[in-house]
């Protein structure tokens, strides 16, 4: 049985390109996706996931904040961040239970960068 | 600190400005760009664009203005996609508008000169000008072949 995903980014356009990696490259299977932190919240009851991806800079309810409740509903929880903000964002994220912390902009033609966020996947499950 | 002081701050960080962008454009769309001619320092960012795209950026020190500016035919250049809806010019571009933004927070020259610059909400002008205020920045354009998109970064002291 793959393992499971919900992807929430305010980009459509990055939920396409992130899915499609978690899909193709990981053999995952996307259960859903949003845009914001409520969905992200909401999403995460309803399925779930084996792994959520967040961004951090969203409307409505940011990242953060969404990884705070997430982390309280379930502290066993694997959320992977990914995020074009940089600084203590990162530090505080995985203070608060994040797995991992990916930087914007996901270069998925570059070879490395596969690897990298392929490693940070795994990671998150222990691997 | 007066416009002069922030205007040789941004002839530090105009190579920081231009190379990131280059990267980002590289990293985000996939697509190889060139800069054809140098980027200025000016008093104001301007410019009548098909599509303009706004972002700021603040921390307690500085206000910052990231304006990308688009004609029609340059989007499906570097999108990849023909007849895109403004809806959806917007999430591609906002999106690099904020990754942009990102990406200048990496480069040490640029965080020792203004910090690291915290996004803010994106906005989308179709068939317009926008008129600015008097705010010193650093603009110029990226080319792909013919086609090209601006790019405008304008700080102020907070």
Known sequence: ?127 | MDVNTIKDQLQSVIKVLTSVSIECVSSYFSIECVLKENWKIVDCLNGKFDYILAMGGINEDYQALLYLGLPQESISIFTGEQGLPAEDVFDIFGEFTNTYLGMLSDVELFTNNFGILLQGIPILYQNGQTFLPFIPGVEGRLHVDENWIYIGFAIKKA
């Open chain 1, 1 to 127: 049985m793959p393992k499971t995903v919900v992807i929430i980014d305010d980009s459509k356009f990055l939920v396409k390109q992130i899915a499609e990696f978690f899909e193709k490259e990981m053999g995952f299977e996307v259960v859903a996706s949003g845009t914001d932190g409520n969905d992200a919240v909401d999403l995460y009851i309803q399925h779930k996931p084996d792994l959520i991806t967040l961004d951090i800079t969203m409307p409505n309810k940011d990242g953060e904040t969404a990884l705070k409740e997430i982390i309280g509903q379930d502290p066993a929880a694997r959320v992977l961040m990914i995020s074009a903000v940089r600084g203590d964002a990162m530090l505080n994220c995985m203070d608060i239970g994040a797995k991992d912390y990916v930087e914007k902009p996901l270069k998925f033609t570059s070879e490395e960068f596969r690897k990298d966020f392929k490693d940070s996947i795994n990671e998150a499950f222990g691997d």
